[in-house]
Structure formats: structure tokens, C-alpha cells
């Protein structure tokens, strides 16, 4: 059966994009028609001279310029690239998949040819792998985490030892032994009174429950 006939249109589309910039593989996957063809027709008609061709060239290239420069100017050719790879790897898995179904097993090379396949259909998926970082989409996606603020409210027991704590350290950066002294008498004064509060809140606790366990129900 006869292959499917391109039309004119075509042909001046495929010339038009080529010379706007397009690649043959771009040109394939925009026009629906295989890069074999593609190359046939652009082979086939050389050059389209004339203001009216310039122009729609000039209008060609602000498409591809729309398509794929519309972001920052690492992303535009990152976007042309990726285009370029998709299509093709699309074509090869497309070519693979024809000729595993024509393979004869009976084929001394059959094997070779399925390892030949495998290879080509591992580097098919390497290449869509890196064209689309799905994993790096995730990663950007989900929510970071940010670090807990916790804030104390300090009482006055904590400012005093503090400010004990700084009175302690001047007076050593002093050699003042007697302000040492005073300062290490004043921390321990406000540790035991700290420790008396803490048992006092544990023996009202204790009353409170034996209170609880003894009311009528």
C-alpha cells in the first residue's frame, strides 16, 4: 500500500519552520509527520524566496521565540532542548516497538537484537528521566519544614540568678575573690529557695490527690 501522500501545505510549512529555526525532529512532532518525511520534504524543496515567505518565516521564528523563550534565558534552551529530546525519544521507542514485532525468535541474532533494544529503551528512559525531574518537582512541592521558635518568659527568680551569674563572672574577670564570694553565696541562696518551691509544688500535688481519693462519689 502506498505511503500517505504530503501536501503542499506541508512542504512550505516544513521549509518555513526549518529555516525559522526549527529542527527536523521539531519540525516532525509539530506537523504529526515522521522525521524520514520530514527530511524528504525539506531535501526536496530547498528554498522559498519571496517577501510574502519572509514573512511568514519571521512569523515562524516569534512562534518558536513564544513556545519555548517566553522564561529566562537558562530556560530557553533548556525548553528547546527538551522538545527536541522528547520527539526523538519517542520516535525510538516508537521504531523499537515495530521491530519486536516482526523479530523472529528463531533469529540466531534474535538475542542480539533484543539486548540492542534494551540498551536503546534504557537510554530512551534516561533521557525522559532527565528532560522531566519528576523526582526534583516532588522534592520542590513539598512544604520545608521551618525550625520551632520556642520563647520563655522569664520570671523574676530567672533574672535574678542571671544577673547573679553576671555579677559572678565580672567579679572574676576582677580577681575580686570577696565579690566572688558574695555573688557564688547569692546563687546558692536562690538554688535552695528554688528547690523549696519546686517540693512545695510536689507536696501540694500530693494533698490535692489524697483530697480526690476521699470525696463521696
Do not use: Y
Not at 521539531?26 to 527530511?39: E, F, K, P
Not at 523499537?96 to 525468535?105: G, V, W, Y
Not at 522531566?132 to 540568678?161: C, G, S, W, Y
Not at 546563687?187 to 501540694?204: E, F, G
Amino acid at each position: 500500500m502506498a505511503g500517505k501522500q504530503s501536501t503542499p501545505d506541508q512542504a512550505a510549512q516544513a521549509v518555513i519552520l526549518r529555516e525559522a529555526g526549527w529542527t527536523v525532529s521539531a519540525i516532525a512532532q509539530r506537523m504529526g509527520i515522521s522525521v524520514s518525511t520530514t527530511q524528504r520534504l525539506l531535501k526536496k524543496h530547498n528554498a522559498v524566496v519571496g517577501a510574502g515567505t519572509q514573512a511568514l518565516i519571521e512569523k515562524a521564528r516569534e512562534e518558536l521565540l513564544t513556545a519555548a523563550f517566553s522564561l529566562d534565558a537558562v530556560q530557553q534552551t533548556a525548553a528547546s532542548l527538551v522538545v527536541e529530546e522528547l520527539a526523538l525519544n519517542q520516535q525510538i521507542r516508537t521504531k523499537l516497538a515495530n521491530a519486536l514485532e516482526i523479530l523472529d525468535p528463531a533469529d540466531p541474532i534474535a538475542f542480539r537484537s533484543l539486548a540492542a533494544a534494551s540498551t536503546a529503551l534504557k537510554l530512551t528512559q534516561d533521557v525522559t528521566r532527565r528532560s522531566l525531574p519528576l523526582e526534583k518537582l516532588n522534592q520542590a512541592l513539598d512544604f520545608e519544614e521551618l525550625p520551632e521558635l520556642k520563647i520563655h518568659i522569664m520570671t523574676e527568680r530567672d533574672v535574678a540568678e542571671m544577673r547573679a551569674q553576671q555579677r559572678l563572672e565580672e567579679a572574676e574577670r576582677d580577681g575580686n575573690l570577696e565579690g566572688v564570694e558574695d555573688e557564688l553565696e547569692t546563687m546558692r541562696w536562690l538554688d535552695s529557695r528554688r528547690i523549696a518551691q519546686l517540693q512545695q509544688q510536689d507536696d501540694d500535688d500530693v494533698v490535692c490527690e489524697g483530697f480526690d481519693s476521699i470525696l463521696p462519689g
